[in-house]
């Protein structure tokens, strides 16, 4: 049974940074692409980074320049570094894996990240 385990969630200030992971379990993920999404009060999940398995990676517009996705597939863990954090970005913050970006097949549980002004 595939698993998940999220962390770094919480509460920041504006302008202030937070660092997610997600720790999966399976031998598959090496060969997965990995993504983050998420999902505020009262709007649809929306695609905010997606990584390869070859480290191609790929943003939302409302996040370039200050979101970094990575991996480490030793650990079997991606990473969404998170810089000049805005209350816009307060959100569920989900993770997904699947064979390409799409055709996600597991996802996180989902954690909350809040921004405060």
């Known amino acids: 049974q595939v698993q998940f385990v999220e962390s770094g969630g919480g509460l920041v200030q504006t302008g202030g940074s937070l660092r997610l992971s997600c720790a999966a379990s399976?031998?598959?993920?090496?060969?997965?692409?990995m993504g983050w999404y998420r999902q505020a009060p009262g709007k649809q999940r929306e695609l905010v980074a997606t990584?390869?398995?070859?480290?191609?990676?790929n943003y939302a517009d409302s996040v370039k320049g200050r979101f970094t996705i990575s991996r480490d597939n030793a650990k079997n863990t991606v990473f969404l570094q998170m810089n000049s954090l805005k209350p816009e970005d307060t959100a569920v913050y989900y993770c997904?894996?699947?064979?390409?970006?799409?055709?996600?097949?597991?996802w996180g549980q989902g954690m909350q990240v809040t921004i405060s002004s």
């Open positions: 997904t894996g699947g064979l390409k970006t799409g055709l996600w097949d597991y």
């Open positions: 399976g031998s598959w993920f090496s060969i997965y692409t």
């Open positions: 990584i390869t398995t070859g480290g191609s990676t």
